[in-house]
């Protein structure tokens, strides 16, 4: 498979809205695992957590796959004639 450096900057900046909105969904489960908590829906509670941690972690996943193709697009661009030395 052979990536282009606009390419490779394309699926940083897709992954990066990924990460994004893994974050929206961290926090709206996080906050809904709160409201239940104050109401003691325990379980429901305990089900919250556990979707914003499996969100965090997707989020992890989704800023390390930005990260790696910036720095793809970035060597690329370095090695194209006339990319930045």
């Not at 809205?17 to 409201?35: F, G, P, S, T």
């Not at 379980?43 to 990260?67: K, N, P, S």
């Amino acid at each position: 498979m052979s990536v282009t450096a606009a390419e490779a900057a394309e699926k940083a900046v897709n992954w990066a809205a990924v990460a994004e909105a893994a974050l929206v969904q961290v926090d709206e489960h996080r906050m809904q695992a709160k409201r239940h908590e104050v109401v003691r829906e325990m379980q429901t509670a305990v089900q919250h957590r556990a979707l914003a941690d499996d969100f965090e972690t997707y989020r992890e996943r989704a800023v390390g796959m930005a990260t790696m193709w910036a720095r793809v697009a970035g060597a690329l661009q370095a090695a194209e004639p006339g990319g930045r030395s």
